[in-house]
């Protein structure tokens, strides 16, 4: 059985390109996309950290 694993090097790109893609459909989404991808970053990065 295949272990999927992701990195910050994968991860990021990923999270950046699906913030861009709701920012683009939904505008008015701006605030809460950027305070979302923030937060998940910071907490991804802490976890990396351990």
């Known amino acids: ?3 999927i694993t ?3 090097s ?3 790109p990923l999270i ?3 913030a861009g893609i709701l920012i683009l ?3 008015r989404l701006l605030n809460y996309v950027v305070a979302g991808y923030l937060i ?3 907490i991804l990065g802490l976890a990396a950290g351990l």
């Open 25 to 27: 459909i939904m505008p």
């Open 6 to 8: 992701l990195n910050m």
């Open 10 to 12: 994968i991860l990021s």
């Open 1 to 3: 059985m295949a272990t």
């Open 40 to 42: 998940l970053v910071g």
């Open 16 to 18: 950046a390109l699906g």
